[in-house]
Structure formats: structure tokens, C-alpha cells
């Protein structure tokens, strides 16, 4: 029977700082939005910062411009595990309160431990460290 080789070489960060947590409301994440990997395979990673996109219902990457559909320019949330949407959306809970490593946190093409001041001016309830 054919299986899949390792699903990720990605190293994974633990994003909490602190066990104390909120998470937010367990929604599908729009898959189209992530592009495919050399393995042909798409990962959403713990330090994601993402955002519900207001017409769809479904989480989408946060993006200041907008880039990612109505909604998508207002923080709502960080990821804490990966997640594989290869195969379509998935359902994703990001946390909503919380203290994390800034440092682990990034936006969707963007570089890991740049997190603008807008994102986090959303995220209100979450401590950065």
C-alpha cells in the first residue's frame, strides 16, 4: 500500500508561553489561499496569524491590505498546531487570549517573528513576549 514520506521538514515552535489559554470559535481555514509546498502538499504552521474573511464565515490569513477577502485586514486570532490543507479546508480553533513568543508569530508570506503593530492592536487579549 503507498504512504506518504514525512508530512513536514518544517521545524515546529511551541507558540504559547504560557498553558493559560482561550481558544476561539473552531471554524473551516480556506485552503485556496496557501500555495503548494516542493512536496505538493499545503501546511498552515503554529504562528499563523489569521482572520475571518466576513462573507464566507471561514478563517482566512490576516492581511493588512485586505488581500485575503473582507475581514481579512482585522486579526482575530494565532494558530498553535499545523495544520495539512492539502486536501481542502480544515477546521482550525486559533487562540484569542493568550501569552506568546513574537518571535514564533508571522503573517502568510511573510517572514517568522514579524508580527505590525496593526495585527496586534486587533489582538487585544494576547500578551507578546
Known sequence: MPYKRTRTRRQHFDVLA???KTVGESLMFESSYITYNQDNERWIYAGLLVAKHSTTGK?????ASASYGTGSDTAVGILTTPHDVTYGDE???PVTHA???ERFCYLWGGAV?????????????????
Open 59 to 63: 478563517y482566512v490569513p490576516y492581511n
Open 91 to 93: 477546521p482550525i480553533a
Open 18 to 20: 504560557d498553558m493559560h
Open 99 to 101: 501569552t506568546v513568543h
Open 113 to 129: 517573528g514579524t508580527v505590525p503593530n496593526g495585527a496586534k492592536t486587533n489582538l487585544s487579549l494576547i500578551q507578546w513576549k
